[in-house]
């Protein structure tokens, strides 16, 4: 089968390897589109110890069930599904109070098991949820990078908010303005450094969208908020500014989100956090509900992903380079296999 490999740190290719064969309670999919994720970038980029080539990655997929192995009770071969990117070990403390997407021993596609950037894959049965009819392949695959942003709506629920801004008009940025859109009440603002992401957030039905190279960040969001600061704040590029952007951006007694991932360490002023009872909230992934809830928003037509642009998993390569640039309207890359 074709893959898009990662052989080594810096360097992709198209590659043939043997196809994989389902181990108990796995089934093998032929894979019908994969995302590109922006963590798959900034680890390519930044030589991430978090993925070691060599490599394939790919954990944004969908595919329809070309075999069952041994011990699978719930599917059968031919079935649509939508996998999530991980899957915890069901035997811990954090397994059974249901947060499996934190056990300390999950595994990732792409990080530390195959992932989907190729012909076919594996996947255990328990992280597979169904595929509707008519949702196309590079639908579904926005699946799971969409439950990253119903997950942040149910994190932050107990705030609900009258206000919500996202800094970053990335994917997840674009998909968790969506996911609030569709699942509150709130208003959304959008901020970003190209313009034409902040078109597409625009489009998708954000309240106001600030183009942070023409206006100042903070001074919009306190003119937006009467001087307070936002209920919510959303930081979906994560970087040492936009994290500490993020807190300043939020009222007091409100919340900030970091779910992107771009930098790690960050110096903050705490007393931005205790004197004025802000809270710094941490998201990732998304439970396999909220995967369920994030097909259903597509197929039923309340989430966009008309801003997408799709490749032959053979010009994967180009397809990577063109999201690493992130120039313009190139936001979002699903590869195609079939």
């Not at 990655?57 to 991980?86: K, Q």
């Not at 509150?184 to 970003?192: G, P």
């Amino acid at each position: 089968m074709k893959v898009l490999l990662y052989p080594e740190y810096l360097q992709l290719e198209i590659a043939d390897q043997s196809e994989p064969i389902p181990g108990e309670g796995e089934v093998l999919l032929r894979v019908a589109a994969c995302g590109i994720c922006g963590s798959e970038l900034e680890a390519f980029k930044k030589q991430s110890p978090r993925r070691v080539p060599p490599l394939v990655m790919g954990h944004e997929f969908c595919g329809v069930i070309e075999r069952v192995g041994p011990g699978v009770r719930s599917l059968t071969n031919g079935e649509r599904v939508v996998s999530h990117s991980l899957f915890g070990c069901g035997e811990c403390a954090r397994c059974a109070r249901g947060d499996s997407h934190l056990c300390a021993r999950r595994q990732l596609f792409g990080m530390n098991r195959a992932g989907a950037f190729a012909e076919y894959v594996t996947a255990p049965e328990k992280c597979l949820v169904a595929w509707p009819e008519p949702l196309s392949a590079e639908a579904a695959s926005l699946a799971e990078p969409l439950a990253n942003g119903v997950h942040v709506v149910g994190l932050t629920r107990q705030l609900n908010p009258s206000i919500v801004v996202i800094l970053g008009a990335g994917p997840i940025g674009l998909l968790s303005q969506q996911a609030f859109q569709c699942l509150s009440s709130a208003d959304v603002v959008v901020a970003d450094l190209i313009q034409e992401r902040l078109n597409v957030a625009s489009a998708l039905g954000a309240k106001h969208i600030i183009n942070v190279c023409r206006e100042d960040l903070l001074a919009e969001v306190f003119r937006l908020t009467g001087g307070e600061g936002a209920d919510l704040v959303v930081d979906a590029v994560g970087s040492g500014l936009s994290k500490k952007q993020a807190l300043a951006a939020t009222r007091p007694g409100g919340t900030a989100v970091w779910i992107g991932l771009h930098e790690n360490t960050v110096a903050i002023d705490s007393h931005e956090v205790t004197l004025a009872e802000r809270r710094v909230q941490g998201s990732y992934a998304a439970s396999l509900d909220e995967l369920k809830l994030a097909v259903d928003l597509l197929a039923t037509g309340q989430v966009d992903g008309s801003w997408i642009k799709t490749f032959p998993l053979l010009e994967g390569v180009e397809a990577f380079r063109r999201m690493l640039s992130a120039q313009g309207d190139n936001i979002k890359g699903v590869l195609l296999p079939a």
